[in-house]
């Protein structure tokens, strides 16, 4: 059974950082493109970086430069490393396997002063 947990989010103040993780169970997430999304407060779902089986990271504009994707194969895990937070990246963050399209149950990050 495939399942993603995220955690990490919380409340941070603009310019801030935060760590997002994800953690797979039921299937070797190394072998998977997998996708961090997010759903701001009265928005659609955003893609905001992806990462694919052979290691390459793809960003969105509106991240490139300040969010990082990254992943531990031991731990069977990807990351999310967010530096220099706006108030505009307010938003529950996903993590996605797209063969499936299998969803975790988010976590909340609130940029805010």
């Known amino acids: 059974q495939v399942q993603l947990v995220e955690s990490g989010g919380g409340l941070v103040q603009p310019g801030g950082s935060l760590r997002l993780s994800c953690v797979g169970s039921?299937?070797?997430?190394?072998?998977?493109?997998m996708r961090w999304s997010r759903q701001g407060p009265g928005k659609g779902r955003e893609t905001v970086g992806t990462?694919?089986?052979?290691?390459?990271?793809l960003s969105e504009d509106s991240v490139s430069g300040r969010f990082d994707i990254s992943r531990d194969v031991e731990e069977n895990a990807i990351y999310l490393e967010m530096n220099n937070l706006k108030t505009e990246d307010t938003a529950v963050y996903y993590c996605?396997?797209?063969?499936?399209?299998?969803w975790g149950q988010g976590t909340q990050v609130t940029v805010s002063s």
């Open positions: 996605v396997r797209l063969r499936g399209n299998y």
């Open positions: 039921g299937f070797a997430l190394s072998l998977y493109a």
């Open positions: 990462i694919f089986s052979d290691g390459r990271t």
